[in-house]
């Protein structure tokens, strides 16, 4: 990238993929504020074509009531690719998996799915932040459908 | 590494992190131009010991072929161990796991599996590639082993 | 972090990361003098409030009985936050999943879990080692649950 040296763009790759990592957990461990932190406010999500939230308030509240105070999620994110547009704007693919495993009168039910996150983020004030998700989704199975059976 | 700086050793590993993310993706949506463009003409895979293919266009064919274009798979890759021996030579060890999802006559069917691909690289005319593939499996667990019930 | 510059952080990532991924190897496939040389004599782990072991040699131990000769584990780490306290001294929060098959009578059995370590880690001699390893487990499932079936 024109206008970044080599140690410039390490430094960023590693404070994108450290923003990656902390929201990983923020979510998995329902720590919300820190979530809010990582994101710009304006920032723009499409979670595979079905939802599309249009600021950082949004998608949290919406985030925050899908996965609720008692479904326990993981989301692990994989092997980056991160490019970038200037040495405040980059883009990035990431490899995911997400189990979301929960009760419902006694009953164990969860979801696993597999995909690809592509995203942009933006250098604002010194700080690197998400300013957009989009999810797509290469496989997704649930406890509630038809054919799963015990498991 | 002699004859490598720290920065120069960085650069490089971060140019073959992204080789590797870019072969996961390229399997997983199957991108078979995009797969054909990392390897080296020369490439050498090493399938757990089953099959050994001595090109890289042999190995896309038997790839290709054993996912079909109705076959979901998801490699996921972990941890690399990278070692340079010069400038434009390095291996790599990585954990992996792969699960791909299919159907026959409305059957669900898949296959799980873990364990470490042995790669090497090579740094041909500026670009990184890959010279060799062997995958050493630890696990491997199918739906259609006479154990697998319901699953 | 006073005291590194932005390409001695780097390094010493990497090394971490290094580090990490030669402890997944080792438990994954027994190499136990391995595990033993990556961490710091006095190593101390905290394994989820159950166990606390106060040295390396115990700890590898405990995890050579648990694991026995037969039982297959799967160890992957995901997304380190890694912090330096100083040169020679760094903390890491890492995404962690492990699987571990068995059998027991013919009857297959198996653990899978999610959850989180937090790590020290200390440059001695020019090394990096572990000093201490706390895992807490967000969610862990097992095949002699009452509830798991089939699977």
């Not at 990238?1 to 410039?8: A, K, N, Y």
């Not at 406010?41 to 609720?68: C, Q, T, Y």
Request: proline share 3%.
């Amino acid at each position: 990238m024109e206008g970044m040296s080599d140690l410039e763009r390490l430094v960023a790759l590693e404070d994108i993929k450290l923003l990656k990592a902390r929201r990983d957990r923020a979510v998995d461990t329902k720590d919300w504020d820190l979530y809010l932190s990582l994101h710009a406010p304006d920032h723009v999500s499409d979670n595979d074509g079905f939802d599309r939230w249009e600021s950082a308030e949004v998608m949290i509240a919406n985030v925050r009531k899908s996965l609720g105070p008692d479904k326990i999620s993981v989301h692990h994110s994989h092997s980056p690719e991160i490019t970038f547009e200037s040495p405040t704007k980059a883009k990035g693919i990431w490899g995911m998996e997400d189990n979301i495993h929960w009760e419902e009168d006694g009953t164990r039910l969860w979801l696993q799915g597999y995909g690809f996150y592509h995203e942009t983020y933006e250098k604002r004030d010194g700080t690197w932040l998400f300013t957009s998700r989009r999810l797509r989704r290469t496989y997704v199975r649930t406890s509630v459908e038809p054919d799963a059976i015990g498991d």
